[in-house]
């Protein structure tokens, strides 16, 4: 992208303008300290509870400049966020300082083009950032490299938190064979030591998972104790048995291929490099990987189906609830020494699912609504935490756009401070019960204490009596149709807090028990008859309260009615949508797995077949079973259409442009030696010349697990600027080759191995549109595309150069001293007014109190009763702080911050009026 020159500020005015911000920010947090206030009736608390409650009731509080990140906690162990807890119920009810309450940060003075960390030993973090200045700013490339001496460690040495909030963006993924720690394994399944009934389960090509527990590391060994028959097939072949990872959304992270088992029990093996990022759950499985037609027999996986469970068969994404356990281990391996690495759009996107400029871009919006144009700009804090190691941070390179400039270029990294934002609110009636304050386990007298901030706000004796156990009401459906998956769902005691409990769920059909977290769950029942349905209410491993319950598994004759109805519904939406797209989108989609025309045949034949079955006389459960089976094998979509659009301004950015490429296609002489030189003649050419933005657009296919993007559409538009001038044939390339896009228009289209090109042109006075799409998911800003003039086009000698002549130093100093100054008073002029008037309201609720308040004061002043007099007066029906308040207010005295007095006459004008209000001055 090409770099417009800019006019930089002398370094001391830098140093000035950072200087008057911080002393004017420091300014501001010196007047008031962290504090809360109770209302005149502060609290009323539940002091009785059952084993498993919650604390209920209701605290009535005020909150004065409280840090951000503050936070309720009691004795018991409880934690929650202040701003966390009053975003999600309150967030009406408090404001910021600053407005956004997203902390101030603030650069240092003198950045550098690189930065030198030292970490002592323990754990150590540091803040640097990057400054962005302009208005409507969009970031278009980030690259920065690191280097670190930090050694082999089983700890992860360094870790990387773009935007300072507490996430990890980038960590060291490079292991070594070296294992850290002993094995780890689901809390289910037994030590070696202990005596189970040895069972085997075969692999097949659906996944054996286990939730496992893995800590922190770059990659990890999978362990499974497998065996073969003798008469086992296919024969084994590197990648038939495969090993997978899912993090704890269930999500695929990284495979490996096991090694080759023997013909009885044996550990077979493989490393899986997937960074692990933070100490989670994760699902750990087995499967085989074969041909579609092929079959595999003879490999057994070993298990057990005694509870407890915390296995399953299935897909992650798609399973819930337990029902096996299986021998699987994890080994984690040792962190490599860090040593020197990039990150960019590439190495960011390997540890992230959203990418770094998306992420910047966000972050520019919704922070500063991408105007950077103040004197501070925008800061883009980055924060190292680490070990003991030094860190050498150089080589930033991020480039953005931004009004009145095509590309800008910055390559500083400042050291960044931030001061916390603070907390104000009027009386909040607090329900304790959001809070989910849990109990001790254990019936007694208890003391309960709670504190904001280790300030202790109340403090409470409950008592904590013996809950009776308690079942399940209900649980609904109990009549359901063989052969189709229904959702059950268990009604409990609304007098039991069932926050944090857990379900078993035993279906009494042989598949054994299944642990929920929620009240419902899925399950098919295979044959007609009546089952014992036992449900348990557990609270980790104890029993809280259970019931049994019969369910009647019927004929699916209804069922298979109903799904035939709902599928007929969806195929009508979907051929609609189908019918709308051009015929290669449709092979595309027919490629990609969803035959419309064949599940439509298969649809009507299955309906023929039960109507067929409605009429005959012998036919039998079984029968509609079959059909129900069936039915279940179609993966109907839910709908075809799109799932992503976008329109973008076209920016070309050259710095990917290969100039022997476009050399190639287009037969053109672009003088490769010249290449940074045409490529700056390039975009001048084309900031000048041409005006031209791209839609977007992916279709996918809708299912109701999952969705599939089958093919991203681009449409660009290409205008002149000035219409009026005639431009010569111009190119339009693509780096991608032609045999994976798809045209839809008339093109001169030339292709080579890596590239195609367009010839448009010459004289296009209307402009020209490009529609292509090609197959999959692809980005709008992951596919390079680029407009060139011809060769001969071009005057490699023009650039863009600024004509701007700096103002002096002392100019330069003054205007911007002057303007920081007039915003400094204008922003504490109207804090001081928020204030006051947030701080008033806190005191009197009822404004005609605090004017009656005055009144009183102002015929005690006029008999010269003294302040200690009037107080002593007033001290039985008034608090002291608000008695103090209106004596000052009375006589014009500041009642906060230090202030300056833009509005004190009129404020003294309406309290006189209030006074005169209530009638004469009267003596007492």
Known sequence: MLKRGKVKNNVFLGIAYTLILIIFILFLSGFASASFTLGNKSNEININYGLNEKISGWINISIANEDYNSQFSDNFNNRIGLIEFLNKYYPRNYSCLPSDCAGIYVSSSNGASSNKIVFGSGNNEKLIGVKLDGNDVE???????????????????LNIDFLDNNESNWG???????????????????????????????????????????????????????????????????????????????????ECNLTQPAT?????????NYVAKQRENHFVCIAANIGDNAEIKGYKLQGKSTAPFCGFLGEPASTSGFSKDYNIIVSAKKFDSVGNFIINEATYSEQNSEDIITMLNNYLINRYRKDCSSANGCIVPIKIVGLQQEININNLNLEYTSLGSAGTQTTTIYNVSKTLSKINSGFIKI???????????????????FYLSNQKILDKNI???????????KVYPTDVAVATLATFTAFVDPAINISGMSYSWDFGDGSGPQITQTNKIKHTYSEVRNYTLKVRLLNGGNELGSSSFKISAQSPKQAINITIKDYQRKISTIESQINALSQAYKDIIKEGGFDFDAVKTQLSTLDTSYRQALLSATTSDQDYINIMNELNKLEMPQAIRSSATSQIKFINDVNELDLSKANELFDEKYDTDEEESYRNAINSWFLDNIDAKANHKIISVYYDTRTEDVVS???????????????????????????????????????????????????????????FAIKGSVDVFQLPIFILPKSGDLSIETGIISNLKPKSFLARFLIGSIITLILALIIYIILQEWYKKNYEKSLFKDK???????????????????????????????????????????????????EIPVFRKREQKKMQQEIMKRGPRRVF
Do not use: H
Request: proline letters at 4%; charged letters at 25%; a neutral charge.
């Open 713 to 771: 559409e681009f449409i660009l538009e290409i205008k002149p600027k000035n219409s009026e001038k005639e431009l010569n044939e111009i190119y339009v390339m693509i780096n991608a080759n032609s045999d994976k896009i798809l045209f839809d228009g008339d093109y001169d289209i030339l292709d080579s191995d890596e590239a195609t090109g367009i010839k448009i042109g010459p004289n296009v006075m209307n402009g020209k549109t490009i529609k």
């Open 172 to 254: 060291n993924k490079k292991a070594i064979l070296e294992n850290c720690g002993g094995d780890a394994k689901s809390s289910c399944y037994p030590p070696p030591s202990s005596s189970f009934p040895e069972e085997w389960f075969a692999i097949s090509t659906e996944t054996y998972c286990e939730n496992i527990t893995l800590p922190k590391s770059p990659a990890f060994e999978v362990k499974a104790v497998i065996k073969k028959d003798s008469d086992a097939s296919p024969g084994f072949s590197p990648g038939l048995l495969r090993a997978s990872i899912y993090n704890s959304k269930r999500e695929f992270v990284g």
């Open 139 to 157: 970031v278009t490339r980030f690259s920065l490299a690191l280097s670190s001496n930090a050694q082999e460690s089983c700890d992860s040495q």
């Open 848 to 898: 005609n109190r605090l004017y009656n308040l005055l009144y009183f004061i102002s015929n005690a002043k006029r008999q010269n009763l003294s302040d200690d007099e009037i107080k002593k007066r007033l001290r039985s029906q008034w608090k002291g702080e608000q008695i103090i308040y209106a004596i000052k207010k009375f006589e014009g005295k500041r009642v906060g911050m230090w």
């Open 431 to 449: 329900n304790l019960s959001l809070m989910n304050l849990s109990i001790p386990l254990s019936a007694g007298n208890k003391s309960w204490n």
């Open 463 to 473: 008592t904590v009596i013996g809950m009776e156990e308690k079942v399940i009401w």
């Open 264 to 272: 009885t029990a044996s550990t077979q093996n493989c490393i899986i």
